[in-house]
Antibody
Framework: EVQLQQSGAELGKPGTSVKLSCKVSGYNIRNTYMHWVNQRPGKGLEWIGRIDPANGNTIYAEKFKSKATLTADTSSNTAYMQLSQLKSDDTAIYFC??????????WGPGTMVTVSS | DVVLTQTPVSLSVTLGDQASISCRSSQSLEYSDGYTYLEWYLQKPGQSPQLLIYEVSNRFSGVPDRFIGSGSGTDFTLKISRVEPEDLGVYYCFQATHDPNTFGAGTKLELK
């Protein structure tokens, strides 16, 4: 059974950084792309970017290029996303998802990030 | 970036009705390999999104046949015939043809 285990809720102060994790079991992340998506309170889904864990190549949505940094550790089968220079607008649920050739196969349950002083 | 415009923003239906959601793209979503990477997801409150349709019209495993995806190029539609209680939630179209990938803004399906 494939499972994506995301790290727990984060409370970050403005201007600081947080690093979220997404540990995958039952699926080798070398064989897929790991995507990240966010959802601000009461809003829609927003694609942040993806990483190819096999080589570390990344693609970001323009607005997240200086906000998010995606990495992956194939030895622990875990993907990471660091969010920097936190602002209140970064308050959201952040989902990781595995994407095969055609669609998002599996999703994590999401990590709530709250930015507040 | 590709903009996906979903209409309507919300849809109030009676159980058993048909519902139709449109997703229009600012660019053609046909990829150079001939495939069109347009998907539909349903998100229920407090849950992660779940896949309904991929490559415009292919139902994901276990998705009832009352969900029908259609379209080509820049114009796509998701039809739900005979809406049932478990169909309520927010529907999103998503394109993976172009980088960056993008979601539509969502359509909330609710009971009248």
């Amino acid at each position: 059974e494939v499972q994506l285990q995301q790290s727990g809720a984060e409370l970050g102060k403005p201007g600081t950084s947080v690093k979220l994790s997404c540990k995958v079991s039952g699926y080798n992340i070398r064989n897929t792309y790991m995507h990240w998506v966010n959802q601000r309170p009461g809003k829609g889904l927003e694609w942040i970017g993806r990483i190819d864990p096999a080589n570390g190549n990344t693609i970001y949505a323009e607005k997240f290029k200086s906000k998010a940094t995606l990495t992956a550790d194939t030895s622990s089968n875990t993907a990471y996303m660091q969010l920097s220079q936190l602002k209140s607008d970064d308050t959201a649920i952040y989902f990781c998802a595995i994407r095969g050739d055609w669609y998002f196969d599996f999703w994590g349950p999401g990590t709530m990030v709250t930015v507040s002083s | 970036d590709v903009v996906l415009t979903q209409t309507p923003v919300s849809l109030s239906v009676t159980l058993g009705d048909q519902a139709s959601i449109s997703c229009r793209s600012s660019q053609s979503l046909e990829y150079s390999d001939g495939y069109t990477y347009l998907e539909w997801y349903l998100q229920k409150p407090g849950q992660s999104p779940q896949l309904l349709i991929y490559e415009v019209s292919n139902r994901f495993s276990g998705v009832p046949d009352r969900f029908i995806g259609s379209g080509s190029g820049t114009d796509f539609t998701l039809k739900i015939s005979r809406v049932e209680p478990e169909d309520l939630g927010v529907y999103y179209c998503f394109q993976a043809t172009h980088d960056p990938n993008t979601f539509g803004a969502g359509t909330k399906l609710e009971l009248k």
